[in-house]
Structures are given as C-alpha cells and as structure tokens.
C-alpha cells in the first residue's frame, strides 16, 4: 500500500524566497543611504536621515512580512471587500485639505502628523484581494465578461482616483495588475479584449488631456532639447547610468547624488545603482529581482488552491510589473513618471506594503501541503 507522508518542506515554506526578499530588501537600505547622504546633510542636517527611516521600514516591514507568513492564507478572503472599500477611503482622503499632503504638484499622501502615509501602496495589495477572493468564490464568474464586472469597477475606481491625483505611472502599474489578474484567472479572450482596447486607447488620451504629460512625452524623444527643463531629469539619470561603465565607480562614490539627479533616493534610485556598481551590480540585483518572481509564480503553481494561486500570482506580478517599469523609465525606454523601484527605493509605505505582500506569498508556501508518497508493505 502507499502511505502518505508529509516531508515537512511546506511547514518552513520557501526559504530561498524568502532570503532573497530580505536580501534585496536590505540592499535597498545600504543604497538608499549611499543616494541621500548627501542630500540628507544639505536639507536636513543629518547625513543619515533617509538612511534612518529606510532601516525603520525594513524592520517593521520585516515583522510584517513574519506576521503575515503565520496567518493562513485562506483567512485572506473575508478581508478582500474590506480592503478594497478602506483603499478607496484612503484614496478619496488625499483630497481632503489639511489631510492630503502635496509635492511638486501632486496630492499622493495622507499626513498624520509626522507620518505620511501614500495609498495608491495599499490600493494595489487591496485590488489583489479583492479580485483573488471574488475569482476564487465562483471561478464560473471569469468565463463571461459579466462575470468580471466587479473587479473591472474595482480597478477602475482605483484607478480614477489615483489619476486624479495626479499619478499616471501607478494608474498604469493598477491597470497593467488588473489586466495580469483577469489573465491569471482564466479570463475569455472576449473579456480581455474587452478590457485591453480601452485601456490602450486611455493611454494617449490622458497623455493629451494633461499639458505637462506632452511636455514629458516631448522630452523622452528629445530630452536635449530642453536640458535645464522637462529632459533635465532624464539626462541626469542618462549621465548617471554612462558613468558606471561595467564596475561602477565605487559604492558611496557616485557623483550624480550631489543634487545633479532629482529623486536620487526614490524613483531614480537605480540610476545611482548603475553609477556605484556598474552593469555588472545591475545585472546582479535584477537576477535577484528576477529570482524574487520566478519563485513567486513557482510558489502560485505549486499551491494547488486556486485561492491561494490567484493571491500569490497576483501580488507577484504587482512586484514584476512595478520593477520592470522602474527600469524602463530610468533607462530613457518610456517617458519619465514617479514609480519607486520596490524594495529598493526610499518611502516606507512602498517597503511595508511591498514586504507584507511578500509576507503573503511565503505564507502561501508554507501552508501548502508538499508531501511525498513512499512505498510500504505491510
């Protein structure tokens, strides 16, 4: 007869994802202090300043990310409503006056005192819920494009008020999410169409709708042609990636930080990257990248819960999506737009969220059955 025995591999889960995570984590806060140093000292006074909250949002990312892996995963549905409507309230409070707190033109945070809070982070986790559980409960509903209603309001609610604000580049990172969503659970090709073709038409007509969004379409294809304006940045981040060469030119010595680069600690942080370790460190921290989300899919594959492979694909894909566009945008392939570089980049709401997301997916691992089956007699 055959007798079940469990190998006890899925009670630790997957522990290489999990290192990398906590690799790449902890390399973001060595390279967000080697981009703001200098920046830290001249605003703040304190070299250390960016480096000190970065450290705080890996710790408390870290004990998120423990938290999350222990609670089993199928809890998660009776939060996915839930999610969803408090990402919607928190989206509509950034437009509240004395709530919402603006930056060089944009309302994309919540201040509560010292501590600000960005909720197009948490909206992108909540979607993922959202459509992981709505799938899951009757996976009949994907078949139809009536079925998909729901999260196609979902999504697209997210995504009104985060172009609102505004904020294209994680509109498009929610529409992209959306999209991979619908695909992950079986969609019709009609529903997909359905969905695709408005958002590809969307794209041109918020570009035209917005003068600033031409002025940086205009910029992307010519960037020299206004260097002290709209191609500043991107000829900053072009300078930065031609100066590392193939081994960089040391860690902490890059020269684009001193105020050259906007954004050296967030959303160009790779730019500084390339300068300090070359294209060899790129390379290395994109095959961990890479690695991050290839054990991810593997971990949604191996589930063998269809819950549960909706929940880790989707919030895989999130972290894929999310990266691949970081790259693009700081390599000059598609127009610039604010859009942090996960687990890499400074802002402690990207690092927590993006870390109990994570948190997650491991659990998803660890509470999935691995056994083996060995021959016995008897």
């Known amino acids: ?93 950034v437009f509240i006056p004395g709530l919402g707190r603006s930056n060089y033109g944009a309302t994309r ?20 819920l959202f459509a992981a559980g709505y799938f899951a409960k009757d996976p009949a509903r994907m078949r139809t494009l009536r079925g998909c209603l729901p999260v196609l309001g979902a999504g697209l609610g997210i995504c009104v008020l985060i172009i609102l604000e505004p904020n294209m580049s994680v509109t498009m990172c929610v529409g ?58 991107l000829i900053q981040s072009l300078y930065a990636l031609s100066n590392g060469n ?17 954004f050296a600690e967030s959303d160009f942080i790779l730019s500084v990257i390339a300068e300090e370790t070359g294209f060899f460190g790129v390379l290395c921290m994109f095959a961990l990248i890479a690695f991050i989300v290839w054990r991810g899919f593997r971990i949604a594959a191996r589930c063998g819960n269809f819950y549960g492979f909706l929940l880790a694909g989707g919030i895989t894909l999130a972290f894929a999506v999310q990266s691949a566009l970081n790259a693009l945008v700081v390599s000059g392939c598609i127009p610039p737009t604010g859009l942090p570089l996960p687990l890499v980049s400074a802002g402690n709401t990207s690092l927590i969220v993006t870390m109990a997301g994570m948190g997650v997916v491991y659990g998803i691992s660890r509470h999935t059955p691995n056994a083996k089956f060995i021959q016995c007699t008897v």
């Open 1 to 93: 007869m055959r007798a079940r025995l469990n190998s006890g591999a899925a009670a630790k889960g997957d522990l290489f994802f999990l290192a990398a995570v906590l690799l790449l984590a902890g390399w973001g806060v060595v390279c967000v202090y080697a981009a703001s140093s200098y920046n830290a000292e001249v605003q703040y006074g304190d070299e250390f300043y960016f480096f000190k909250k970065q450290l705080i949002g890996f710790v408390l990312g870290t004990a998120a990310m423990a938290g999350v892996s222990f609670i089993p995963y199928e809890r998660l549905k009776k939060i996915g409503i839930p999610a969803l409507v408090v990402s919607l309230v928190l989206l509509a409070l």
């Open 109 to 128: 945070w919540i201040g509560i005192g010292p501590i600000t809070i960005q909720p197009s982070e948490l909206a992108k986790l909540g979607f993922v």
């Open 176 to 233: 992209a999410i959306m999209i991979g969503m619908l695909f992950l659970a079986g969609a019709s090709k009609k529903a997909l169409a359905a969905v695709c073709v408005p958002v590809l038409l969307a794209v041109p007509a918020l570009i035209i709708a917005e003068p600033y969004r031409l002025q940086r379409l205009s910029a992307f294809m010519d960037p020299w042609a206004s260097p002290k304006e709209e191609g500043y940045q």
């Open 246 to 262: 193939l081994f960089g030119v040391g860690l902490f010595n890059s020269r684009q930080k001193y105020r050259f680069l906007p």
